[in-house]
């Protein structure tokens, strides 16, 4: 095995799970916006309100996910809430292979409709930094861990000679606020701008 996708939040991690993954130089992908998701939608989660989240959001989707039937259904739900009360030992379970020393890439397990592809991507950076990981080894998570986890190293994930020239310009730092990372001024693909949606 290469890589743990998905977080591990039924106990704490021990030290042979610690030990074991060093040894085999195995990535955990902990997916935490994928736990957030089961149980989200039980309210109006505040990010309905990100302008950065509505200009592309559809508004179907938003809607389906508002209905008090929906909601009261999660509300209720055992499986959701159970995946709420374990996104606290996911969280301590992140921060603590990263202070072992585990690569971690970061991922959301998005795709589904109210797993918001590219948003989510955003948030699970600041589910990171919740878990305890300060902005940078977030990013780090997002990019060249996540490129090395994949075995894509050699071509893309950090900014260096020789690499695809795949990269967001951002006017606000991300080390600075997470958050950041939604300051997106350009984006450039092999080193070509893409042109901004009208």
């Known amino acids: ?3 743990i996708a998905h977080s591990i939040r039924d106990a704490p991690v021990d030290t042979e799970l610690t030990a074991l993954m060093k040894a085999r130089n195995v990535c ?3 997916t ?3 736990e957030v998701s089961t149980f989200v939608y039980e309210t109006r989660p505040a990010f309905f309100d990100d302008p950065f989240f509505r200009k592309e959001a559809d508004p179907k989707i938003v809607a389906t996910l508002e209905e008090p039937a929906r909601q009261a259904s ?3 739900s055992k499986s959701a809430q159970t995946y709420k009360t374990s996104l606290e030992v996911a969280r301590r379970n992140v921060k603590a292979l990263y202070d072992a020393g585990i690569r971690l ?9 109210a797993r918001f592809q590219g948003y989510f991507e955003h948030l699970e950076l600041e589910e990171l930094v919740k878990s305890g990981l300060t902005p940078s080894a977030a990013l780090v998570a997002a990019t060249g861990n996540a490129a090395s986890c994949m075995g894509l190293a050699d071509r893309v994930g950090t900014i260096q000679q020789g690499r695809s020239a795949d990269l967001i310009v ?3 730092s991300p080390l600075e606020d997470v958050k950041n990372s939604r300051t997106i001024e350009s984006v450039w693909i092999s080193g070509n701008r893409v042109p901004a949606a009208r």
């Open 105 to 113: 890439a970061s991922g959301t397990d998005s795709g589904p409709p």
């Open 32 to 34: 935490l916006m994928r």
């Open 74 to 76: 999660m509300a209720s």
């Open 1 to 3: 095995m290469d890589l």
């Open 28 to 30: 955990l992908s902990p």
């Open 170 to 172: 951002l006017s606000k």
